[in-house]
């Protein structure tokens, strides 16, 4: 069990445009979950915390006006990069929160964007 | 944002020989856990620590929550070339569902 999926796992879009990434847990319900970015040989940094039904809570730095993050049931939440730019380009990865029993997250497999 | 910093950076070891690397925080955690991470995956998790002093293992591995609750380490015994990969600590301050705070990495290579 809890099991985390991502999709698309890579995408490939033009400057300008806009990309939506989908966290799911597909076998228990998520209360919370965590998108996060990584570049390249570097660590993960935490980019905001969803609750299902409020307004996500961004890290010093992030602009929620540009990571749109919507956690609309307990088993989706999403992550809009929106008017993406090459500098953009980076692994966002989820995690989720909330296995009856269990006080670990659980982490997706990962969305590689690139930007060009 | 925060980071921990986790040392070795990379290293490069033989199949069977143990690792050993750790990570400090300039504050103090509650929960510390050690993740590993596959190229072009998400992170999974090898151990968690909640106790200061704790030493836990996981099959060869080994990781202690160090008692000042501002550091740790994780031990690997007789590595083996699936060792391969990233390996990543994360302190958590309260609750189980807050945030993670990630170490900087240290990269392991085994050569057989």
């Given at each position: 069990g809890a099991v985390v999926s991502q999709h698309p796992s890579r995408v490939i879009c033009k400057s300008g445009t806009s990309v939506k990434i989908e966290c799911r847990s597909l076998d228990f319900q998520a209360t919370t979950m965590f998108w996060y970015r990584q570049f390249p040989k570097k660590s993960l940094m935490l980019m905001a915390t969803s609750n299902e039904g409020s307004k996500a809570t961004y890290e010093q730095g992030v602009e929620k006006d540009k990571f749109?993050?919507?956690h609309a049931s307990l088993t989706l939440s999403t992550l809009t990069v929106t008017s993406a730019h090459p500098e953009d380009s980076s692994f966002y990865?989820?995690?989720?929160w909330g296995l009856a029993g269990s006080n670990e997250q659980f982490f997706g497999p990962g969305t590689r964007l690139t930007v060009l | 944002g925060q980071q921990l910093n986790q040392s070795p950076q990379s290293m490069f070891i033989?199949?069977?020989e143990d690792v050993s690397m750790n990570c400090t925080s300039s504050s103090i955690f509650n929960t510390w856990l050690w993740y590993k991470q596959d190229p072009g995956e998400g992170p999974v998790l090898l151990i968690a620590l909640y106790k200061a002093g704790e030493l836990t293992s996981n099959g060869r591995l080994t990781a202690q929550f160090g008692i000042t609750r501002k550091d740790s380490f994780?031990?690997?015994s007789a590595s083996i070339p699936s060792d391969v990969g990233i390996?990543?600590?994360?302190?958590?301050?309260t609750g189980t569902a807050s945030k993670l705070t990630f170490g900087t990495g240290t990269?392991?290579?085994?050569?057989l």
């Open positions: 749109l993050i919507n990865i989820c995690s989720a | 033989q199949e069977g994780l031990n690997i390996y990543f600590c994360a302190g958590q301050l990269r392991l290579q085994v050569t």
